[in-house]
Structures are given as structure tokens and as C-alpha cells.
């Protein structure tokens, strides 16, 4: 699902100006950072003159006269270049992790804006990765490979700048080999970004492999194949094998040659300087500086290459991030709505209304967004206060449509929704979900306490609130059992907890915000009889004097419903009461006789 | 599961195992290393004999045998006309190091990956012969990034710290050489230098190690924050949260960004006080390498030798200290991976291979798992070629039966047979393959749909294109836009529970086992095709000794034999007739699924 929508749409100048408006808060820390990262280089540069003044003044003439003032120059260099490096790089560290942050903060904030359909058609994953990979990609590069160029590009411009000073020919003949070594260097580094990415997407596939391995286990063994399974593992893993030894391959090229080269000027220096040296038309002292420029100017090169071939990488995160932010949420309120009720972040609670609770669907026409089919044609249904209704169906039927229109994570694509005779689209959404309950069917906790996640629902409820809650759910005995009440931990997503419980505590939630409209998701999953019951008795509890939407699946709830929808391809085919429905002896009649079945073999015991 | 106690793998003992087929490579990748610093220390040789012997005219610095071939060559005059000599001879040694250090990058690599790739290989392989139970009890993801993220931390470990702190310690043994024959004194600044900076990194990286630490604990929490709200997406909406989730992440954002600061201020701090340790250094050979050149100790050439020593010699020494503490961290990584390899594989004592045509016999079978109890006493005889109909609640133990008949379990008390033999004293595979089974939540692999069908038997298109009508899963082939080459599973097209099912029916099916279990195989089938499927069945069924699982009455009633399992026993066992005729879960059931009480 992920990689087929990777459709890459080239930006220009590596996506970088997508990058722009999250620097311009460090605008003043990148100047700070490229200007003492360029004062570090300029002291670098200056450094084997040290040597060369000491080689020239003290040892060439054989005498000791200024090595004070030397060594205190010296020494202050040393001071002064450490300071710049170290201000430089922590700076860099600044805008790195800044603007990571930055941008992750706003990956995150332009997520809870986005509607359904962008989380249907994306893996979780996957926006994860935006998120939080991407971000801390994009910063890293941003920071570091800038500075990686800055601190390469003027070292090497300084000492060819120096060299061109001190003696022009020999700078000549030296900086023959840079275009080489460029030309050498960038054709091995391409090779190996190719091969990188071959050996990235061959490490997750082993990773799929190990995870086939581990989930499959039961069925390799019942089917014997722990042998052919083990051969094509073995092939993956020698395909990784010779594609990273392929790669080490133009790696050890690169590195070589980088090397070679460097020996190639420091030849030429020992030649052609000695020569000059010898002739008396330069000092040793130059002559060294020379030679460790010779060996230090190959090196940037690498550097710069490699920080290059990283934006190629950066770029598609960058493209990636782009597109997540450049992604619009089809569902939006009009500015209008905006204006008296607020948005998600700033609600304006002060101009709402308050619900009371009659729904009705109008002429209702909807198709997903990435879907092709129609699902629903002029559906129309009327839904008084305090109305229950039951949409049954097999799995993957489409039951949940309904529900996600009702609770305008999707727009209709033709007619309308009204909520006490008002378009819920003249609502801001912030409302209709402030005063909808929603309980799904996988219920979701957050780690943190008991009393958190119950807090999720009504911020400022008091211990009391939630004890009655919880209470009325009959749920009241898991804060005892935790050991530390409420203030009991439930683990991430609530693995602590049995799915039971998890159930409860997510009903007591939705009975907190105390709604007008609830919509419940009913479980499939088996639990034990006792906590069954308690689930049962807990729905209809809830479902009491309020607008329902319930996706049922027990038939207690089934039964005692006023309307019931049967879906079935994700449109729906019958509708009417319990009765009504079984007299026709339709799809709803089959479905009802399975479960019955169903349930008295699971109940058999209780 | 009884477990041969075997002596549990030492650290030692499984890195030996790791590279085995690699340690030729490896030490062909560190002798290529030693000639590199080798070579390299010989470059400032050559500058300092061409300093010292033509341009510094101090001939007599110059040690004695090359003083001698010199003067034979025709002496400082010679030499100077013919000054690209040196040159080349820095190219020949320039390029035998070039040589060199392509061999030892090269070699290392490819030692490394064929030690992962073995160690991977191992890792796999036993995973997969580790018994069922071990699998239960533990979590696939923690065992995944024991073999991607440990195994990659032992690999760093042998192919960056091992080796390379060999190569170091090469690199500064030939250093430290050329400089005490060039100069006693000045090597003392240097080997007092030497230890301090290396202890100076090891001593930081092993301080900071609980700041990198609160940097991952705190990264983990931030992305577990973005996943729950990912996932918690509807509930964010359902109670119009979104602000509350922007104000926590971005706290949590905020917090996870301070901690790094933190740590880069450190870091900062220690690279600049390292820059600065090293600078320093430098200053020190240099101003004590001119006064002893002005005292006459030393010459120029040799002076500008020795500093180039010393750079070759200073970076390796600040990146020792890093990996030696980055070393010390390795050993927990060998512990998780040990934890796989130790784990004890299944062990099955049977090699014979009889006809597994006959009964099945379950005779008093005790089974519990992790103190619970699952079956207890089970007798039960299925004639051979006859059909068996089990029906039960969820948790009444008809899967944990069957699981038992195929080798997944060991039963605590009592003893399966097949045709008189009993089933431990069957060759595993043996036994596997001639007991097929439909799992009720069938894996299928990421592969083709033909693959998965005859992942476990090879077999010709006409017994496939059998299977798969048998199993009703042709019109789904045909519907697929590459049929048999569709990929499906967690890469390719989500099947449906239904396709799934039929799927792993038609993978049954090929295999041609004389006993076939269906466990609850069509329960995401609608009862259309389940009784085509079932239809269809009936004509291969034949000769062979089935097993059905079922909720279905419809699906069981043609069993010769059914069996009721309530509370981990046998409750009833008959015939559709004989069960029919007396009270029980069978007949409530039979009633609420046939209302009209007509047969079916």
C-alpha cells in the first residue's frame, strides 16, 4: 500500500525550499555557525605555518630567539580555533535538533487536522516515518551536511588560496590532480548510492523473512518446510552478502583512491618543491606546509562528495514531508465556521449549541475517496431522539460507513446530514465530536494512568465523576485489582490490561463525556461469560434515553434495537425491526440463525 | 517438552561459530592493514632523507646504509638532478598502500558479511526448530530486533571495533617505532601523550553513555506518542482532543529535544577539549622538536618526519578510546542473541516411518499448558479411512488435540499412536507430512498464490488446478489480475479470511496426506460455499482418516464418529443419530441452527 504511491514529484534545488520557512527562526544561529565554522577553517588553513615558522626561524637559522612570543601565538591560535570549532558545532547541534523539532511539531499538528481518508490510504507506519524519521533526516542534513560543505569548500579554497600565494606554479601543478580526483571520487560514490539503496531494501526483506519465520512457525512446522524455508532465506542472505561486498568493492575504490591521489601531490611536492628548495628559491618550512596541504586537500573532496550524495538521499525525505504537508484534509470547515465556533485548536465553546440528539440522513449519496464503487445512492433515514440502531452484517461488510459519515470523518458525497434539523456541515466538527461518544470496536487506551485515559474524555472530571463512571460500567473493580488505583499505569496501549477491561474502561470514558449521540463499535472478540455479561449490561446502560448507533454483534444488542440495518458489500440491503426482518427470512434471518448457533456454544459452559 | 540439557554456548563459543569460513578473510584483511601503516610509515622517511641528505645539507643525520648507497649513486648533486626519484618512490609506495588498502577494506567487508550472513543463517535455522511452545511464550517482535539491531551491534563489534583496534595498535606500533630510532626524547612527549588521550575518550564515552541513553528512552517515548496517536486516531477525534495531543507531543517533542542539547553541549565540550589536548600536543613536539634540532639533537628532515608520525598516530589514538567503551557495551548484545541459540531446539526422539493409513489412537491424553489445564484423559479411537467430527466451545481444547497429534505439543500423560505405533516413536517430518492440517487462522507467505499452494509439495498444474476447485478458490483466481502469480501476504494483495482459508485448503489438498484435519476451516465462509466445498471434499475424502472442526452441525453431521468436548473432556461421542437422540450441547445446537427441525 505504502510504495505504490511513491510517486515521486521532483522538487527543484533538492526540495531545500520546502526547508526554508522552518530555518528562518535560526537564521541568526546558521549565520553564527557557518561564520565560526569559516573563522575554524581560516585558523586550520593558517596551522602548518606553525611548523613552518618554527622550521624557518629556529631550526633552519639554529637559534632559540622568539620561541615565547612564538609558542604564546601558537597556543592563542589553538584557543581561538577550538573555541570557533566547538561554538560552531554546537550551534550546528542547535539548528539540527531545532529544526527537526520544528518541523516534527508540525508534521504532527497538521496530522490532527487531516481527515480519515488520509489515514485509510496510509499505513501507520509509514506516517510514523514522516513524522519522525523524515524530520530528523531533514534536520541532520540541514545542520551537519551544510557545515560538512562549509568547512570542506573553504579548507580546501583557503589552502589552494595559500598555495596559489605562496608559489603559483607549484599550486598549479598540484591542483591538476583535483578534477581527477572529483571526476574518480563522484563516479564511485554514485555506484555506491545504488547499490546502498539495494542493500537497504534487501535488509528490510530479510527482516520480512525473519518475521515470516517467527509468525509462520506453526504452519512451516505443520507443513514441513523448515528446510525450503531455510534455502530461501539463505539465497536472500547471500544476495545480501555479494551485493554489500559488491558495494565494499566501489567503497575501497573510493577510499583508495582518495589516498592515492593525496600521495600523488605530496610526489609531486617532494619533486618538483625539493628542486625549488634546492635552488634556494624557497625555505623547508614552506616546503612542509606544502607537503601537508599536499596530504590534507584530498580529503574534502571525500567529504563534500559524501555530503552531496546524502541530500540526493535527503531529498526524497524531504519530498515525502512535503507531500505530507501539502496534503489537504477533505474534510474542512468553511471559514465561516471557523469564524463563530473555532477551529480544532482555539474552539470558541462560548458560541456553541447544545445537542439534542435527532439525526437524519437526507438523501444521502457516498463513495470513498479511493474507491470507485458507490456506496451509498439517496439513502435517506430518519433517526429520532434517543432512536437505537443496529447495523449488522459480516465482516468487512461496510458497517462502519455509516457511522464514519454520521461522525463526519468523511463527507457525503452527494445530500446531507442534519443533527437537530442543521446541516452538520454549519457546525465545526470540534462540536459534533465534543458531543458524539464513540467507543470503538478495539478499544484504545493510552499509557499513562487509569485516571488519565478517563480524563481523555472530560479533562477536569473529578475522582468522584470517574468513580461513578466507572462504576455504572461496573467497572470499578479494575483500579482495586491494579494495586494503585486510578493513578494505576495501564501500560502502552493498555496492555496491561486484559481486553476485557480495556472494553470497560473505554466505555466508562465515552459515559464521562456524557453525549448525546453514541456510537458503538461492538467487539467480536471472545471474552469470558463474567466479563460478557458485564459488557452487556454496560451497553445497555449506556444506550439508555440516547441517540445509538451501534455496529452489533451480540444479539442482545441486535434485538433490542429500534431500526436495524443489514449491510452487506457496504451497501445496505434490509432494513427494519428485529421482527419484521426475521418474517422476511432474507440475509438477516441467515445471519441472525449463525450467531444464535454461535452463542449458544459459547455459552454452553456458562 | 522434554529438553536435552545440553551446555549452554559461551559468548566465546558463538562468535566462533559466527565466523566460521570468515577468520581467513579477516586476518588476510588485517595483515593488509599492517602492510598500509607499514608503508606509511616509510613516505616521511624519504621527505626526511631528502631534507636532511640535499636540502638541509646535513648528510650526516642521515642513517649510515643510506648515506653509503647514496654517495655510491653519485651523492647530493646525483640525487638533486634526479629529485623525481623520490617522487616516484613515493608513488610506488603510495601505490602499494593504495593496493593495500583496497585489499583491507575490501577483505573486511567480505569477512564481515559472510560472518552475518552465517550468524543470520544460524539465528534463522534455529528460530525455525525451536518448539512450538517457545514460540508462545515469546513476542515476535522482540525476537526480531534481537537478530536485526543485536546482531548488527555484533557486528559492529567484530568488523569496526576488533579489527579496527588491532589495525590501531599496528598503526601506532610502527609510529612509535620510527620515532624512538629517529628520536628517544621527543617519543617520551609522545608515549606520555599517547595513554592520556586514549584513556581521556574511553573514560567520556563510558560517562556519557547514561546521556545517550536518556536521549534513546526519551526518543522512544516521543515515538511511541506518535504511534498511539496514530492508532488512537478516531478516539483523538471522537473526543476532540487534537489540541490536548498537540500540547503533550509537543511537550514530550520539546523534552526529547533539551535532553539532546544537552548531550551535544557535552559532546561539544569534549570535542573541543579534544581538539585542544591534541593541538596542544602537536605545539609541544613542535617547539621541543626545534630546540632539539637547535641543540643539534635532531635534524630537520627528522623533525618533519616525526610530526608526520605523530599525525598518523594522534586520531586512531581518540578514536581507541571510544571503541574500547563502545566494546564493553557489545556483551549484552551476545547475551540476547545467546538467548535464541541457547534456547533448546525441538527434540523428538522417533525415526521409524510406518503406514500411517490406521487407527489413531488417543489413550488417556493429559495435556496442560502453563499450569493450565487444557485436556484431561482424552480416549478416543479413530478408525483408519474414517471421518471425525469435533464440536466444542472456544477454549475446550480441539485445537490444543489436534496440536497434539502433529508433534506441536507433547501430551503430560498418556499416548497418540498411529496405526499401533505410537507417534514419538515416528520420525517427525515423517509424521508432519502425512498429517495435514488446516489451520483455523492460516499464515500464508509472501509469496505467489502457486507457491503458497505448493510450498509443501511439488506437484503438476492439473493436481493444482484440482485443489483449487476443490477448495472453491478458482473464480477467486481468475478474478485476480495475475491468477496463480498474484503475490499475496504481507507484501502482496490482503486476502480475505475466507480466501485465506481456501487457500490454505488447496495447500492441503496438493500434499495428498492419508490424514486430513480441517480445524474449523470454513468458519469465514459463507454456508454456500462452504457446502460446495464440503461437496466437493467428500470425493477425495475417501481412503483418507479425516478430522473436522467445527460450529457447524451441517459441517459435522456426515462424520462417521462426533465427538462434544466440554471442559477439556469428552462430554459426548456417537453418531449425528445417536447424539441427536440424547440431550446435550450437540442437539441444542443442531435445534438453534435447524429451527424447522427438518433435516438439513
Known amino acids: 500500500m505504502d510504495e505504490k504511491k511513491e510517486t515521486y514529484t521532483k522538487l527543484p534545488w533538492f526540495g531545500l525550499g520546502k526547508v526554508g520557512p522552518y530555518l528562518a527562526p535560526y537564521r541568526r544561529k546558521m549565520i553564527s555557525m557557518v561564520v565560526l565554522g569559516l573563522l575554524g577553517t581560516v585558523l586550520d588553513v593558517g596551522n602548518p605555518m606553525f611548523f613552518s615558522y618554527a622550521l624557518t626561524h629556529f631550526v633552519e637559522r639554529g637559534t632559540l630567539v622568539g620561541l615565547g612570543p612564538f609558542v604564546a601565538v601558537y597556543l592563542g591560535a589553538i584557543v581561538l580555533v577550538v573555541l570557533a570549532n566547538c561554538i560552531s558545532a554546537y550551534r550546528t547541534c542547535e539548528v539540527e535538533l531545532y529544526v527537526g523539532r520544528d518541523m516534527r511539531q508540525a508534521g504532527f499538528d497538521h496530522l490532527q487536522t487531516l481527515s480519515f481518508s488520509y489515514y485509510n490510504q496510509n499505513s501507520v507506519g509509514y506516517i510514523h516515518a514522516r513524522v519522525m524519521s523524515d524530520t530528523d533526516r531533514i534536520g541532520g542534513w540541514i545542520a551537519w551536511g551544510i557545515m560538512e560543505c562549509v568547512w570542506n569548500f573553504s579548507y580546501l579554497f583557503g589552502i589552494i588560496g595559500v598555495m596559489l600565494f605562496l608559489n603559483w606554479r607549484m599550486a598549479a601543478l598540484i591542483l591538476t590532480l583535483v578534477p581527477v580526483t572529483v571526476v574518480l571520487a563522484a563516479y564511485f560514490q554514485t555506484k555506491m548510492i545504488v547499490l546502498g539503496r539495494k542493500v537497504r531494501e534487501i535488509n528490510s526483506r530479510i527482516t520480512g523473512h525473519y518475521n515470516e519465520g517467527i509468525t509462520g512457525a506453526k504452519t512451516i512446522k505443520t507443513l514441513v518446510i523448515e528446510d525450503k524455508m531455510q534455502r530461501t532465506f539463505e539465497e536472500e542472505t547471500e544476495l545480501m552478502r555479494s551485493t554489500s561486498v559488491h558495494m565494499a568493492h566501489f567503497r575501497s575504490l573510493f577510499l583508495s583512491a582518495i589516498s592515492f591521489s593525496a600521495s600523488c601531490a605530496l610526489a609531486l611536492v617532494l619533486w618538483r618543491g625539493g628542486v625549488i628548495t634546492a635552488r634556494g628559491a624557497m625555505e623547508i618550512g614552506t616546503l612542509s606546509v606544502f607537503m601537508s596541504y599536499a596530504l590534507g586537500m584530498m580529503e574534502p573532496i571525500q567529504w563534500i562528495i559524501r555530503a552531496l550524495s546524502e541530500l540526493v538521499n535527503v531529498q526524497v525525505n524531504i519530498e515525502r514531508f512535503t507531500r505530507l504537508m501539502e496534503t489537504a484534509s477533505e474534510v474542512a470547515d468553511t471559514p465561516e465556521v471557523v469564524e463563530k465556533y473555532g477551529d480544532s485548536f482555539c474552539p470558541k465553546k462560548e458560541n456553541w449549541e447544545p445537542l439534542y440528539g435527532d439525526v437524519e440522513f437526507q438523501d444521502v449519496s457516498f463513495r470513498y475517496p479511493d474507491g470507485e464503487e458507490m456506496i451509498f445512492e439517496h439513502f435517506s433515514l430518519k433517526v429520532p431522539q434517543g432512536t437505537n440502531v443496529a447495523i449488522v452484517g459480516e465482516t468487512g461488510a461496510g458497517k462502519s460507513t455509516l457511522v464514519n459519515l454520521l461522525c463526519r470523518f468523511f463527507e457525503p458525497t452527494g445530500g446531507r446530514i442534519l443533527v437537530d434539523g442543521k446541516d452538520v456541515r454549519d457546525r465545526s466538527q470540534l462540536w459534533l465530536h465534543s458531543h458524539i461518544g464513540y467507543v470503538i470496536q478495539t478499544p484504545h487506551l493510552f499509557s499513562g494512568s487509569i485516571a488519565e485515559n478517563l480524563r481523555y474524555a472530560k479533562p477536569d472530571a473529578t475522582l468522584e465523576e470517574m468513580k461513578a463512571a466507572m462504576q455504572a460500567v461496573a467497572a470499578d473493580s479494575i483500579p482495586k485489582r491494579m494495586g494503585n488505583g486510578y493513578d494505576s499505569q495501564v501500560g502502552e496501549g493498555g496492555d496491561l490490561l486484559s481486553t476485557g477491561e480495556k472494553q470497560l474502561i473505554s466505555f466508562a470514558r465515552a459515559v464521562l463525556s456524557d453525549p448525546r449521540i453514541f456510537v458503538l463499535d461492538e467487539a467480536t472478540s471472545s471474552i469470558d461469560t463474567v466479563t460478557e455479561k458485564k459488557i452487556q449490561d454496560a451497553t445497555e446502560m449506556m444506550l439508555k434515553g440516547r441517540t445509538s448507533f451501534v455496529i452489533a454483534h451480540r444479539l442482545s444488542t441486535i434485538r433490542r434495537a429500534d431500526v436495524i440495518l443489514m449491510v452487506d458489500n457496504g451497501k445496505i440491503i434490509e432494513r427494519g425491526t428485529h421482527t419484521e426482518l426475521m418474517n422476511r427470512k432474507g440475509a438477516y434471518y441467515r445471519l441472525y440463525m449463525r450467531q444464535c448457533s454461535l452463542e449458544a456454544v459459547k455459552t454452553a459452559e456458562a | ?600
Not at chain 2, 522434554?2 to 549452554?8: I, N
Not at chain 2, 576488533?162 to 598503526?171: A, D, G, H, K, Y
Not at chain 2, 478516539?235 to 498537540?246: D, I, L, S, Y
Request: glycine content about 8%; overall charge neutral.
Open chain 2, 1 to 600: 517438552m522434554e529438553m536435552k540439557s545440553e551446555k549452554p554456548m559461551s559468548k566465546m563459543a558463538m562468535l566462533n561459530l559466527f565466523l566460521k569460513g570468515s577468520k581467513v578473510l579477516f586476518v588476510i584483511a588485517i595483515l593488509s592493514s599492517a602492510l598500509v601503516s607499514a608503508l606509511e610509515a616509510v613516505t616521511p622517511q624519504i621527505i626526511r632523507v631528502v631534507v636532511d641528505y640535499c636540502l638541509d645539507g646535513h648528510p650526516e643525520s642521515v642513517p649510515g646504509f643510506v648515506q653509503r648507497w647514496l654517495n655510491s649513486l653519485g651523492g647530493r648533486d646525483f640525487v638533486l638532478r634526479h629529485l623525481y626519484l623520490a617522487g616516484a618512490a613515493v608513488l610506488v609506495i603510495a601505490a602499494g598502500q593504495a593496493v593495500f588498502r583496497y585489499l583491507n577494506q575490501y577483505m573486511n567487508t567480505r569477512a564481515t558479511e559472510k560472518m552475518v550472513k552465517t550468524a543470520r543463517d544460524l539465528l534463522y535455522a534455529h528460530i525455525e526448530r525451536l518448539p512450538f511452545s517457545w514460540h508462545m511464550k515469546n513476542q515476535t517482535g522482540d525476537i526480531i530486533q534481537r537478530c536485526t539491531s543485536d546482531m548488527n551491534t555484533v557486528r559492529m563489534f567484530v568488523s569496526e571495533q576488533l579489527v579496527q583496534v588491532i589495525r590501531i595498535v599496528i598503526t601506532m606500533a610502527f609510529s612509535l617505532v620510527m620515532m624512538l630510532l629517529m628520536s628517544p626524547r621527543l617519543t617520551l612527549v609522545v608515549l606520555f601523550s599517547v595513554p592520556f588521550l586514549c584513556v581521556f575518550s574511553f573514560v567520556f564515552y563510558q560517562k556519557v553513555g547514561h546521556y545517550f541513553l536518556e536521549c534513546e528512552e526519551n526518543e522512544g517515548v516521543l515515538s511511541a506518542m506518535a504511534q498511539e496517536n496514530l492508532t488512537g486516531v478516531r478516539v483523538v477525534r471522537a473526543f476532540g482532543r487534537e489540541n490536548f495531543e498537540r500540547e503533550r507531543f509537543g511537550k514530550q517533542n520539546r523534552k526529547y529535544t533539551d535532553v539532546w542539547m544537552k548531550l551535544c553541549r557535552i559532546l561539544a565540550l569534549y570535542w573541543a577539549s579534544g581538539d585542544f589536548l591534541t593541538e596542544v600536543q602537536i605545539l609541544t613536539i613542535v617547539v621541543v622538536g626545534s630546540i632539539l634540532c637547535v641543540n643539534g639533537q635532531m635534524s630537520a628532515g627528522e623533525l618533519i618526519a616525526f610530526v608526520s608520525y605523530n599525525r598518523q598516530l594522534i586520531w586512531p589514538v581518540r578514536r581507541l578510546g571510544r571503541m574500547l567503551s563502545d566494546m564493553s557495551k557489545a556483551g549484552v548484545s551476545m547475551d540476547r542473541l545467546l538467548y535464541i541459540l541457547n534456547s533448546p531446539a525441538e527434540e523428538w526422539p522417533g525415526s521409524e516411518e510406518p503406514s500411517m493409513e490406521g487407527d489413531i489412537c488417543f489413550d488417556h491424553v493429559t495435556f496442560g499448558y502453563e499450569g493450565e489445564e487444557v485436556l484431561s484423559d482424552v480416549s478416543l479411537t479413530i478408525p483408519g479411512g474414517s471421518t471425525l467430527g469435533i464440536l466444542g466451545s472456544t477454549g475446550s481444547g480441539k485445537t490444543t488435540l489436534m496440536h497434539l497429534l502433529n508433534g506441536l505439543y507433547n501430551p503430560d500423560k498418556g499416548e497418540i499412536s498411529i496405526s499401533g505405533v505410537p507417534i514419538r516413536n515416528i520420525s517427525l517430518p515423517w509424521l508432519r507430512r502425512h498429517v495435514g492440517i488446516v489451520l483455523q487462522e492460516p499464515f500464508l507467505f509472501s509469496r505467489t498464490l502457486l507457491e503458497n499452494i505448493t510450498i509443501a509439495a511439488e506437484t503438476d498444474r492439473r493436481k493444482v488446478d484440482e485443489a483449487v476447485r476443490i477448495a472453491a478458490l478458482d473464480e477467486s483466481v481468475e478474478r485476480f489480475a495475475k491468477g496463480y502469480d498474484t503475490v499475496v501476504g504481507e507484501r502482496g494483495v490482503t486476502l480475505s479470511g475466507g480466501q485465506k482459508q481456501r487457500t490454505a485448503i488447496a495447500r492441503m489438498l496438493v500434499q495428498d496426506s492419508p490424514v486430513m484435519i480441517f480445524d474449523d476451516s470454513l468458519s469465514a465462509v459463507d454456508a454456500e460455499t462452504d457446502e460446495k466445498i464440503r461437496h466437493a471434499l467428500r470425493k477425495v475424502m475417501g481412503e483418507k482418516t479425516v478430522i473436522l472442526i467445527s460450529h457447524r452441525v451441517a459441517t459435522l453431521m456426515e462424520a462417521d464418529q462426533i465427538i462434544v468436548l466440554e471442559n477439556h473432556r469428552i462430554a459426548q461421542q456417537g453418531t449425528h443419530r445417536e447424539l441427536l437422540n440424547q440431550p446435550g450441547l450437540y442437539r441444542r445446537i443442531y435445534e438453534i441452527q435447524n429451527p424447522e427441525g427438518g433435516d438439513v
